[in-house]
């Protein structure tokens, strides 16, 4: 059985014991169900559930304050206040090779503000986008595979 399954198995236990049937009570279950298996953690050598986890978690504050900085670039863009849109289509040439690296990536890009993914190619290297702000196409480039694709393969590789 995984990790992830015994954390939810435990918390739901929690949940049941308490008869804290809320979501704050499956919560407070679930992070010290973790607490629990990471101590115990010397018991599953080889196990990649805390690492992809806690990568997962950092990720999703890492994007969350992109989308609020990429947010704000286009509102002033679409104001007229900041820098003027320059849109350009941007081949990006992929690390990711698996179906979920690539869908994530793709989707994330399309989540943030001003980007959209438009196509992944037939040889599956290459990730073709839509960017509004594209002052260097090399920076682009360079900015999409060292913070984002890095951020998604390392957590789940």
Request: aromatic share 10%.
């Amino acid at each position: 059985m995984s990790l992830f399954v015994t954390n939810l198995l435990l918390a739901l236990a929690w949940v049941a014991v308490n008869g804290d049937f809320s979501l704050g009570g499956f919560v407070a279950g679930f992070i010290l169900a973790h607490l629990i298996l990471f101590l115990a953690r010397p018991l599953y050598p080889g196990q990649r559930y805390f690492h992809t986890l806690w990568g997962a978690l950092g990720f999703l504050l890492w994007f969350l304050k992109e989308v609020w900085v990429s947010s704000v670039r286009v509102a002033k863009g679409v104001l007229g206040i900041g820098p003027k849109p320059t849109p350009a289509v941007v081949a990006i040439p992929l690390d990711a090779r698996t179906d979920l690296e690539i869908t994530l990536l793709a989707c994330c890009i399309t989540l943030t503000p001003g980007t959209l993914s438009l196509d992944v190619s037939p040889d599956r290297r290459t990730l073709y986008i839509h960017s509004m702000f594209t002052e260097d196409v090399e920076a682009l480039r360079r900015e999409t595979k060292e913070t984002m694709e890095r951020r998604i393969l390392e957590f789940l590789r």
